[in-house]
């Protein structure tokens, strides 16, 4: 099962490692737990009996950044963060756990895809996040 980041320290952190695979319109950041450290909770006592369930770093956790000024339509900020997660899940084999974002970084142009959520959007969006998922080495 993959987590959903929400919190704005989590998107920070992985937001400021390198970005680990680009595309002309998404970027891909990763973070994960360096082998043999434990994940420190404020909440947690003082001597961990495990991984805390709350654990960011654990297991899968995914970030989405679609900002409005580069998919202007509601419509298609849905569609493209839809597109992510599911590009994310057939990946998942291949690619380490740990704290993933994906990032819209470039605008969707609307006079080449005038409908908000047409077939050739999702087309577009789903081949482009396969070849930067594709390209990443585990």
């Not at 057939?90 to 077939?119: C, E, N, T, Y």
Request: one cysteine or more.
């Amino acid at each position: 099962m993959i987590g959903r980041l929400t919190s704005a320290a989590d998107f920070q952190r992985a937001l400021q490692t390198r970005q680990l695979s680009r595309s002309p319109h998404f970027a891909a950041h990763h973070l994960r737990q360096r082998p043999g450290a434990p994940a420190q909770l404020s909440t947690a006592p003082a001597e961990p009996t495990g991984a805390p369930v709350d654990d960011p770093v654990c297991g899968w956790w995914l970030g989405l950044v679609v900002p409005k000024r580069h998919a202007r339509r509601a419509v298609t900020r849905t569609l493209i963060k839809r597109q992510m997660r599911e590009a994310l899940r057939r990946h998942q084999q291949h690619l380490p756990p740990g704290q993933w974002v994906l990032r819209l970084r470039a605008p969707i142009d609307p006079k080449q895809f005038p409908s908000a959520a047409s077939d050739a959007l999702r087309v577009a969006v789903r081949t482009e996040l396969d070849k930067l998922l594709g390209r990443i080495t585990p």
